[in-house]
C-alpha cells in the first residue's frame, strides 16, 4: 500500500461546479502538501497542512489528523483550474515528500 | 520573487555522453531534491541534499550522481547517458522543516 494515496485519478467537471480531491496517508506523515502542475507547465506548491484548514481563494485544503485524511476543495470551479493536483507527504524534517499519483482535472466551459 | 532556477528547459544529448543538470536556489533553502517525472509514473525522487556536500539516493538512483558543493547550488549528473534516461527531470527545495517547498521549471531531456 502506498503512503499516499489518492482519489480520484480522473475528474472532469462543468465550470462552476464544487470539486473535491481526496488523499489519505499512512502512519508517520507529519504533514500534508497540495501540488498543482498545469500541462506542460511547472508544479507549484499551494498549501501545506499539518492541522485545521487553509483557503486561498476558491481553493480550501483541510486535513483530519485522526482520520488519516486530507481534501482539496475548488469552489465555483473554471477552465484555468484545469491541471494535475498531487498530494504529497512530509514524514519529518530533512526527508523527501512522498507523493501520491495525482488527480487530473478537467473543468469543462 | 523567490525561485528554484534550472539551467536548460530543453535538452538533446547522445547516448553515452555526460551530462550536466544544474539547479540553484536563492531561498537558503537546506533541502534539495532531484525528482524526475514520466507519464503514468508520477514523481520519482532520484537524489536529495539536506546540507552541503551530503546527499542520499532517493527511488532510482542508479545512473545518476549528484554534487553539492554550495549550499545554492545542486548539480545532477547522468555519467553515460541512455535512452531510457529521456524524462522530465525536476529540481525542488524546501527548509529544513519542510516548508516553502518550490519546484524548477524543468528540464525536458531527450537523450538519443
Not at chain 2, 555519467?79 to 525542488?92: G, K, R
Not at chain 2, 519546484?103 to 531527450?110: I, P, Q, W
Request: aromatic content about 8%.
Amino acid at each position: 500500500k502506498n503512503e499516499v494515496e489518492q482519489s480520484p485519478q480522473n475528474l472532469t467537471a462543468q465550470e462552476g461546479e464544487f470539486i473535491t480531491i481526496n488523499c489519505s496517508y499512512s502512519v508517520g506523515i507529519s504533514a500534508l502538501h497540495w501540488l498543482q502542475q498545469h500541462p506542460g507547465g511547472g508544479i507549484v506548491s499551494l498549501f501545506m497542512l499539518s492541522s485545521g484548514k487553509k483557503k486561498h481563494g476558491r481553493l480550501i485544503a483541510t486535513i483530519n489528523i485522526q482520520e488519516k485524511h486530507s481534501s482539496l476543495h475548488i469552489t465555483a470551479s473554471h477552465p484555468r483550474d484545469s491541471a494535475v493536483y498531487i498530494c504529497a507527504g512530509l514524514r519529518g524534517a530533512n526527508t523527501p515528500l512522498v507523493f501520491g499519483k495525482g488527480t487530473r482535472l478537467s473543468v469543462i466551459a | 520573487d523567490v525561485k528554484v532556477t534550472q539551467s536548460s528547459r530543453y535538452l538533446v544529448k547522445r547516448t553515452g555522453e555526460k551530462v550536466f543538470l544544474e539547479c540553484v536556489q536563492d531561498m537558503d533553502h537546506e533541502n534539495m531534491f532531484w525528482y524526475r517525472q514520466d507519464p503514468g509514473l508520477g514523481l520519482r525522487l532520484i537524489y536529495f541534499s539536506y546540507d552541503v556536500k551530503m546527499k542520499e539516493k532517493g527511488d532510482i538512483p542508479e545512473g545518476y550522481s549528484v554534487s553539492r558543493e554550495k549550499k545554492e547550488r545542486f548539480s545532477l549528473i547522468l555519467e553515460s547517458a541512455s535512452t531510457n534516461q529521456t524524462s522530465m527531470y525536476l529540481c525542488a527545495s524546501s527548509s529544513g522543516q519542510g516548508v516553502g517547498y518550490t519546484f524548477g521549471s524543468g528540464t525536458r531531456l531527450t537523450v538519443v
